[in-house]
C-alpha cells in the first residue's frame, strides 16, 4: 500500500527558531499534498493545500509567512514552521493523493511530527 | 459546505459487531461518504467509502440510507486494535474543494477485552 513518511517524528526546540518538518511520499507520486495541525485531543484542522511546482493555498487564518510551505517535487513536500513559540507546539500531519488514482478514494497520511516549542 | 453529526464516544466489547451512526441531512448529491480513523498518537488512515450503495472492504462495511441523510460503520468483529477516533466525512467531488477534508470531532471507539 500507499506509504507517506514524515520526518523528523518528534522535534524539541526553542523559542524564536525555525523547524522544517518533511512528508514524502514513498512509492507513488502525489500531485497533491495536504497539512494539518491537530491539538490535544482536538481533530485535525486542515492548514494548508501543497501543489507540486505551485504556491501552496492556505486556510483561513493560517499566517502563509510563518508556515512555509514547498513542494519541490512529486515526493516531497516540507512545512517550515519560522519563529516558532510555544503555541505553536502540536502534532502535524501530512496526507497525500496519489497522482495516478483519479478518485475520491483515500488520501495517504504520514504518522505525524510532535512539535515542542519551549 | 455539508456537516456530518458523530456521537461522541461508543464502547464495545471484542470480537463483537460495532455500528458507528453518522448524520449528514444537509448532504449533497455530490458528496461522497468517507470513513478514515485515527488510532492514538498516529495519522489518520482511511477506512471506506461510497455515494449511494452500501459497500464492503477487508475493514468494514458501510450502510448508507435510501435518502443518504445519515450512514453507518460497521466492524464485523471488533478487536482491541479497532480501538481509535473514527470520523465521517463528506467529500465533494470536483469543484475547489476537491479533496479537502474536514475532520469533525469524530466518535471515541473503546473496545473492551
Known amino acids: 500500500g500507499a506509504v507517506v513518511s514524515q520526518h523528523p517524528s518528534r522535534v524539541i526546540c526553542k523559542s524564536g527558531t525555525s523547524v522544517k518538518i518533511e512528508c514524502r511520499s514513498l512509492d507513488f507520486q502525489a500531485t497533491t499534498m495536504f497539512w494539518y495541525r491537530q491539538f490535544p485531543k482536538q481533530s485535525l484542522m486542515l492548514m494548508a493545500t501543497?501543489?507540486?511546482?505551485?504556491?501552496?493555498?492556505?486556510e483561513q487564518g493560517v499566517e502563509k509567512d510563518k508556515f512555509l510551505i514547498n513542494h519541490a517535487s512529486l515526493t516531497l513536500s516540507t512545512l517550515t514552521v519560522t519563529s516558532a513559540h510555544p503555541e505553536d507546539s502540536s502534532f502535524y500531519i501530512c496526507?497525500?493523493?496519489?497522482?495516478?488514482?483519479?478518485?475520491?478514494?483515500?488520501?495517504?497520511f504520514g504518522p505525524g511530527t510532535r512539535l515542542t516549542v519551549l | 459546505d455539508a456537516k456530518t453529526t458523530q456521537p461522541n464516544s461508543m464502547e464495545s466489547n471484542e470480537e463483537e459487531p460495532v455500528h458507528l451512526p453518522c448524520n449528514h441531512s444537509?448532504?449533497?448529491?455530490?458528496?461522497?461518504i468517507h470513513w478514515y480513523r485515527q488510532l492514538p498518537s498516529q495519522g489518520p488512515e482511511y477506512v471506506i467509502h461510497g455515494l449511494t450503495s452500501n459497500v464492503n472492504n477487508r475493514m468494514a462495511s458501510l450502510a448508507i440510507a435510501e435518502d443518504r441523510k445519515s450512514s453507518t460503520l460497521i466492524l464485523h468483529r471488533a478487536t482491541l486494535r479497532d480501538a481509535a477516533v473514527y470520523y465521517c466525512i463528506l467529500i465533494k467531488a470536483g469543484g475547489t474543494s476537491y479533496g479537502k477534508l474536514t475532520f469533525g470531532q469524530g466518535t471515541i471507539l473503546t473496545v473492551h477485552p
Open positions: 501543497s501543489n507540486e511546482g505551485s504556491k501552496a493555498t492556505y
Open positions: 444537509t448532504i449533497s448529491g455530490t458528496d461522497y
Open positions: 496526507s497525500a493523493r496519489d497522482r495516478d488514482i483519479w478518485s475520491y478514494n483515500e488520501q495517504f
